[in-house]
């Protein structure tokens, strides 16, 4: 902690536009008080997302700021606890949690085990206790410093990714051969492209012009498409929409072409919204159906399954973590940039829609 801390806040009303302020930083720790020195973070088109729905789901409330104006978009990334006055988080221990784009976070830790820890402070309560919890890596059998960069990028999407493909599997994919995915190239959609690779399905890709060659390039779907192209896609099977587009148009004119052949509408996603527009008097077919990981899990706990399929998880997650770095055949090229003004870019071409999708974004705080 030093008072040359720093913070990275985004303009509410215009997420493209950041401000780097003071961070203040307290003098003397109270019991129980944590202070987490941010080291590595990752940024994807999640976290402009999770700025979108700021005051809609609550994540500007996270992070407070003190300035209407401007919040702190929440990130995900690897700390080393710099000071600690919390007894079972010692000095030196390395964490995986959720951050605000900041020098140090203080955190008011509670529910400590071997594990890890939770923050209590009060304003965390606006989210579920997921993105309040930080996991102490030296008690992670998963954990590998090697990997931290695409744990970084990957851990906070591939959870959905997977839990997306349980859920549908165990409803026998609504009695779809077919699963048309839109934003293909989005790492939370190729993520679940990478889960259904045994299953009886075919996987259809939608992308951008811009973004098909990388996603043709990962061999992940069965076939790939623009989304200019939705119209063309053959007819006469029984077909489910995995949406990470969120775009309002795009779901009309595949549920149009569609038609009877569409059995279920399993919303994901919002990369070309900022609204999830659901009721829609235009729409023919299913009514979309937001996904929640939270509607896996508590399936899986009801039935008492919830440990083992932990357990499969955990173990599939690192071995998709190995994958998509494997440098063989590595299916992104990560980039480490480096210091908040860094970041600050990579937000700005995130909130354009201008990222290169072939490229993972890691931001290193410079010490
Ligand atoms: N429900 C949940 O719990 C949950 C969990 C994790 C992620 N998500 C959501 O999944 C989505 C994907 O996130 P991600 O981090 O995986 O994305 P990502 O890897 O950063 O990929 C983003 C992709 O979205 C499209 N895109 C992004 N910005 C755009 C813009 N301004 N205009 C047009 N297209 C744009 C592009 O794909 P195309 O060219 O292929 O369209 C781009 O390659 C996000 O909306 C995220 O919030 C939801």
Redesign the pocket.
């Known amino acids: 902690m030093s008072d040359t801390d720093r913070r990275l806040m985004t303009l509410k009303s215009s997420l493209r536009e950041t401000l780097i302020a003071p961070n203040p930083a307290p003098t003397d720790l109270a019991e129980g008080e944590v202070v987490l020195a941010l080291d590595r973070f990752s940024l ?7 700025a979108a729905y700021g005051d809609a789901i609550g994540y500007w409330k996270v992070f407070p700021t003190g300035d209407d104006a401007y919040g702190m978009m929440p990130v995900w990334g690897f700390a080393d606890v710099a000071a600690s006055r919390a007894p079972g988080v010692e000095v030196g221990a390395r964490v995986f949690g959720y951050f605000p784009m900041a020098d140090t976070l203080l955190v008011q830790a509670e529910k400590v085990s071997r594990g890890g820890f939770a923050d209590a402070s009060p304003w965390r309560k606006a989210v579920p206790d997921i993105y309040n919890r930080y996991v102490l890596c030296a008690a992670d059998r998963h954990y590998s410093p090697a990997l931290e960069n695409a744990e970084a990028l990957f851990r ?2 591939f ?3 997977y839990t ?1 493909v349980d859920f549908l599997r165990d409803a026998g994919f609504f009695g779809a051969k077919r699963i048309v995915v ?8 190729y ?1 679940a492209a990478h889960c259904l690779a045994a299953d009886d399905v075919e996987l259809v ?7 098909r060659a ?2 043709e390039g990962l061999g992940a779907y069965g076939a790939v498409h623009g ?1 200019d192209e939705v119209e063309r896609l053959p007819t006469g099977v029984p077909t489910l929409y995995l949406d ?3 775009d309002a148009d795009l779901r009309r004119r595949v549920h149009a072409h569609f038609g009877d052949d569409l059995k279920y509408d399993c ?6 919204s900022d609204s999830f527009t659901m009721d829609d008097p235009a729409l023919v077919g299913p009514k979309p159906v ?4 939270a509607t896996c899990l508590d399936r899986h706990r009801e039935r008492g399954t919830l440990h083992a399929f932990y357990d499969r998880f955990l173990a599939d997650q690192a071995a998709f973590f190995e994958r998509v770095v494997d440098p063989a055949s590595p299916w992104i090229r990560i980039v480490e940039h480096h210091g908040l003004e860094a970041a600050a870019l990579v937000v700005r071409d ?6 290169d ?1 072939a490229e ?1 974004a890691i931001i290193r705080i410079a010490r």
Request: proline share 2%.
């Open positions: 994807t088109t999640n976290n402009i997302t999770y906070p999407l959870v959905t990714s997306t839109s934003s293909a190239s989005s790492k939370t959609a993520g890709a939608l992308t951008g012009a811009r973004n990388f996603v989304y990470l587009a969120g919303l994901v996603g919002s990369t070309q937001f996904f929640f990981a995130l909130a354009d829609g201008v990222s999708a993972g």
